[in-house]
């Protein structure tokens, strides 16, 4: 019994690395600009699909296709942003879920004319390869794509809080209108802000792609991944999308372990409802509360 928990909180730990890697972007951008992002997932799947077609097409190592993913979406929500959802910035956040969902509908729809509804997987050399410590299997792929994902946190936690850029971010966070005042190109913060949240949204999809199979529709269930384990972090705290990710990641494992996966999801409908109504500023109480 000891090595199933030791072997499902191994798990857990791992998973809850990716969950905080596309978490942290959705975290971001909500921080900055009040935007829930229900395009979130679909940033996933399309930084997913890139590494899967230059892994397919070229034979690239996954993780050398990050740069790529992370460029591309840098500049797909930079554009987005810049040309669509500045629009509605200043209206009611309902026009933003209104705008986001309609982002979310075309960018899948597109890739399902694309790519077709096929299942896709990418299988390294070294996907299978583990190794054991006190009798516990750790996955070598997926302990590089958990460091990676705690790597890419905290260069995020940096640029936001030790450069002009970042310190550009948080004073356009906290008040925009003073923002304004003391010279800072508020509607280029937030092009920068969304582009980069949907970059590093790209990024940790070329790292989902090294775990899950990869389609078309997969994007609602990290949207709604992101956002519980932001609720749980605390909406806005960028450490907290990786609290609130080893948690839900570990509530999952341990689920799946002595339950059955198929509760997974509906463990983070439940997880989710009690952050909201326990601790809506999330578990550490650094979050946004609207």
Sequence with gaps: MGTLIGQALVNGILLGGIYAAFSAGFSLIFGVMGVVNLAHGELVMVGAFITYWIFYLFGFDPFLTIPVSFAVLFALGYLLQRFIINRVIEEPPIMSYLVTFGIHLVIANVALLWWTADFRTVTSSYSGINFSVAG?????????????????????????????????????????????????????????TFGLGAGITGLSGSLVSTYFVIFPFMGMEYTLIAFCVVVLGGMGYIPGALIGGMILGVLQSFTATFLSAGLSMALTFVVLFAALVVRPAGIVGRGIVE
């Design 136 to 192: 516990l299997v750790v996955p070598c792929g997926r302990l590089a794509t958990f460091g990676i994902a705690l790597v890419m946190v905290g260069l995020l936690y940096c640029l936001v809080h030790k450069t002009d850029m970042g310190r550009a971010i948080q004073a356009t966070a906290q008040d925009k209108q003073m923002a304004r005042l003391v010279g800072i190109d508020v509607a280029r913060v937030y092009a920068m």
